[in-house]
Each structure stands twice: as C-alpha cells, then as structure tokens.
C-alpha cells in the first residue's frame, strides 16, 4: 500500500515558502535543476558515488560576491554509495529537513525499488507517485491496459513469438544495464529464435526478461515524443499544455542506418542486430494539421490517469508515439514523469513552451513554475503525492 495521500500533505505543510528542488543525478537532473533556478529555487541533485562530477563540478553554481547565481544550477549535490540509498531514514530526514520536493525521473523508478518508493519513500513527490509503476510492462496494470482503456491506439501484440506473422519489436530490458532496452526487431518466429539466440550468447538480454517480452507489431514512422505537462491547479479546460517534441538517438540502431546496405551485410550477423540503447536526443516540431489528435491522446490520458489513478497525471509526462504514412498516431511508451529528452530544451525551451507562456519554457523551468504558482497560492499539497 502506497503511503496514504494525507501523510504526504501533512509533511509538505511545514515546509518553507522557498522548497529545495531535488532530483536523481541522472537522465534529465540538469534540466530539473536549471529550470529550478531559472525560477530562484533551490536546487539539489542526489548523485550515486562515481557518477556525482558532472553536477558537483561541472554543472555546480558559483556565486558572486552578492550570492547570485553567476554560472550553473546545481546548488547542492549530496552523493550516495547507491541511488536506492535514498530510502534510509536518516537521508530522508535530512530531505524533509531542507524542504525538498523530489521529482521523479526514469532513474529514481529503475534503480530505487519501486515498492520502496510507494511505501517508504516519505518525501513528497512533484507528480504522481502511483503511476511510476505503469512503466513497467511485467506489471499487470501498466501502461498497454491505461492506454487502451482510454481508447488510446497502441500496437497489436502477439501473444507468443510462433504468433509473428510481420514485422515486430521485442521489448525487454537490457540484461545488465537495467536503465537501458534489450529490444530487437523480427519478422518471423525463426528470425525470433535466431536473433534472441545470439543477444543471449553476447549478454545483451537474459533468459527470465525473454520469458516475460513483450511482442507487438513495429509500427513503421518517425518516432515523435510529445512532452505535456498538466496543472492541477488550473480550471481542467486549461490543465493540459503541450511543451515540446522530441526525438532518440539510439546505439548502435543509428550508426547501422547511416551505413549502405551493402556494407551493412557484409557485417557478422551478430553485429547486423542493432541494439536500441539511448543515448541522446533531439528537437522536433509536428505538422500543425497533426495537433488536434496529439491534444485528444493526450487529454484521453489525462482523463483515464485521474478516472483510475486518482488524482491522476500531475505536472510533466510524455507519449512516445510512431506517426504512419496515413498521419495516424500510435502510442508505442508511456512517462509518467518527465520524459528523457528534455534537456533538448535547456535554457532555450520548447518551441511550444514558449508559444504559450511567452518565454523560454522547458520542462525543468515549467516545473518549478508550477512549484511557485502552488506556494505562492497556499496549494502546493495539490501537486505533491
């Protein structure tokens, strides 16, 4: 049982006005921390032991001699043998004691158990703390079941590889890089059993994930990720704000389809199976005609998030969608948090960030804006779970 809503409103209710802005030290802090200081709030990264320098050195605010912020947006950096070291009493004492509002990340869910953040975790959340779970595709109730109770479309699955009659994608983590996707594309049950034979030889994937894949159709089209933003402390007509676009730049995918085709057969068939590790990302924007249907999807997942996770999808989330020929949206993945290729928009924002709010607004930045709107008006227990 998740810790009971009330809890978590009582803890943020003797908080100062000015609350620490926090993060786990990887996939998008920089961007949670700029926007935080972009907006004069605190902010802290919690790093894990030898991955902490790029925030304690390099991203690490310098003051001058007034105590204005003169370069970077890390204010504070506390460093942890593990990130699932955060769930110790004493560290969480020592966030409650500094007012810190934590938001999630795809590495708080991936490397922090995540029935130790529902239950032990007591530090409130920027977000919705029940839905981190629906990432997962093991978990009965996850994003597939959200998604198509809200008439959202997703990709057919097929229950079982002899199932595979066209092209499909295989979704399991990576074996050892937990954080990261063993995923590899077929087209038929002998080219399944060929690929996952040779992943399995080089350590690319385990034996219990294969058992527990998902197979669906692969839908063919640009790979657009949308990311919204909802506020609950607006009029629900308002709530749903579309910010930016992104798109993934995956390894070794990537350097496999710059190659010709010539040369990509001449490689070793092991090496002909791309892996679809990410590693970076870049900007995108959508034709406008397009829109229209981004918005539906997204206040269908709005609606479904707060209809069966009460009280829903709060602040930043992402669709990760696939766009046919036909300009039909398919909704392949699902944060319910702030997605990976935010940092895109550091400084800069997102082209539709700005359009709304006539500033540079990127995730990080819209984030602690919602922080300040929600201290400022004495509701900030309404964005917390």
């Known amino acids: 049982m998740s810790i009971p809503l009330a809890e978590v409103r009582h803890i943020v209710g003797d908080y100062p006005r000015t609350p620490t802005v926090g993060t786990v030290g990887s996939h998008s802090a920089i961007d949670v921390a700029d926007g935080a200081v972009t907006e004069g709030l605190p902010s802290l990264v919690l790093a894990a032991e030898g991955r902490d320098a790029t925030y304690a050195r390099y991203f690490r605010t310098v ?22 070291d955060l769930l110790g009493p004493a560290v969480q004492e020592r966030m409650r004691h500094h007012g810190v509002l934590l938001v ?103 034996t219990e994930d294969l058992a527990h894949a998902r197979i669906e159709e692969y839908v063919l089209g640009p ?23 992104d798109e993934r730049r995956e390894s070794n995918l990537d350097g496999l389809v710059r190659l010709p085709a010539a040369q990509q057969l001449e490689l070793s068939e092991s090496a002909r199976i791309p892996e679809f590790t990410v590693v970076g990302h870049g900007t995108l924007t959508v034709r406008e005609s397009i829109l ?14 707060r209809s069966r996770y009460p009280p829903g999808i709060i602040g930043p989330f992402c669709l990760q969608t696939c766009i046919d020929k036909d300009g039909h949206l398919t909704v392949f993945d699902v944060a319910a948090r702030i997605g990976g290729g935010t940092n895109v928009h550091l400084g800069l924002g997102h082209p539709y960030g700005n359009a709304l709010w006539r500033m540079p607004m990127s995730t990080g930045r819209r984030i602690a804006l919602e922080i300040r709107h929600a201290v400022d008006s004495g509701r900030l227990s309404e964005i917390v779970t």
């Open 104 to 206: 999630p990340n795809r590495a708080l869910s991936a490397y922090v158990p995540l029935d130790g953040i529902e239950r032990e975790l007591r530090v409130p959340i920027v977000g919705s703390r029940a839905l981190l779970r629906i990432e997962e595709r093991s978990e009965r109730e996850n994003y597939y079941t959200l998604c198509a109770a809200a008439g959202i479309p997703i990709p057919r699955e097929f229950r079982s590889p002899e199932e595979i009659d066209r092209l499909a994608i295989v979704k399991l983590p990576h074996a050892t890089r937990r954080l990261e996707r063993g995923f590899f594309s077929v087209a038929s049950v002998e080219e399944y059993h060929r690929k996952s034979s040779h992943l399995l030889a080089r350590g690319t994937i385990s």
């Open 292 to 305: 229209e249907e981004v918005f539906r999807l997204g206040e269908k997942f709005v609606d479904a998030t």
């Open 223 to 245: 790979v657009f990720n949308f990311n919204f933003f909802f506020s609950p402390l607006v009029e629900r007509s308002v709530g749903l704000e579309l910010l930016g676009v």
């Open 63 to 84: 003051r001058d001699h007034a105590g204005g912020r003169r370069r970077g947006c890390v204010d504070e950096v506390w460093t942890l043998p593990r990130f699932a």
